[in-house]
DNA sequence: TCTGTATTTTACCGTTCGGTATATAAAAAG
DNA sequence: CTTTTTATATACCGAACGGTAAAATACAGA
């Protein structure tokens, strides 16, 4: 088991660094200290290998988005809890975050974009709910559950993505900050 | 002259549908119906190809974006006017939009990204503009001009993209919408 | 020790990649 | 009418692509 997880981990930095379509199987291979059939035979393909990243990853950002959405509270609290588990999520796991980010911009009809989607779509309905679960305090919001969804997403996705240093593989904002973000999602800029 | 519009015309249309490097030269020469010398006679190389397609497309964009900054104004109108500029030459050129996207979100290291860094930076700076120019109307912002920009951007892109229904090639929102973002943005989600 | 299974290797597949040397048309300049 | 420049095609380059057949190795349990 030890191959398998050696190669996931060396085409996570691959995938991030150089691109999924850049990124080449043999090259991969290489980092790891194997060969290609070795690859093959754990993961059936390029996009196998992907999708294995995928899963591994997800399987543990979801259930943490999960109880944040279900614990009872006002919208307000929910937004901040939310925005701190992407928050500790993007600083443990910058690669991978910076690699979703980007194969969701990929070309639709992109085999690593198809194999990504999915799982996006998980992620925003459950982002969605957090709106919807909250229309007692906002009111029935005239269907703006998705627009709240989609620029709040929008806003500290790309607050954390511009705050990252390649250089140094760091976040160069605080906590803090990010609710900071989260306050103006909620009152606006004149907060 | 024809040709070398042609080409450029079809690889824009592969760079956004199948993405920059999952994109094959071969494939865009014979999409213009000419050969692949034609296309290394005109551009020099894939890479000189997209920087031809961002140099034509942002020739055009940049201005539209000047004008709205230098104009004077409150930060609200000029808000308005950015968003309906954006929201304008996404219904006009969404395949560029989206490739610029996916270009943008793309790997540090790859060829892509670094071809298009020098534009986005020149296009961030002058959203950055409008905020700085306002804090005769916003105070001094504590520095957060930048932060401004940043979440200002991630919302109207995120709502841009996300309503883009690529079946039919078109923009499901319509001007008022992109308002009521901007709306959003300024006065908060209880607006 | 033998046998079966899980794992990894060597050596290779055909295809496509980005890119080019060279010949050839076409058109403008002398 | 020649010469030069611009533009396009034929035919090819070596390298890398994703992927695989088949053999060898490692390691169980009987």
Known sequence: MENRERIMQCAEELFYSRGYDAAGVQE????AGVTKPTLYYYFGSKRGLLKAILDTKFERLIPELESVVNRPGDIRSKLYELGGVYYDFFREEYRFYM??????????ENEAYQTARPYYEHFYETVIRVFKDCSW?????NGRQKQFAISYIGAVNQYLVLSFDKKTGKSTVSREQVRGIVDQFMYGIFS
Do not use: K, P
Not at 28 to 31: G, L, Q, S
Not at 137 to 141: A, I, Q, R, T, V
């Open 137 to 141: 305090e906002l009111g029935n919001m």
């Open 99 to 108: 690699l979703l980010m980007a194969l969701f911009y990929s070309a639709r």
């Open 28 to 31: 991969i291979v290489e980092r």
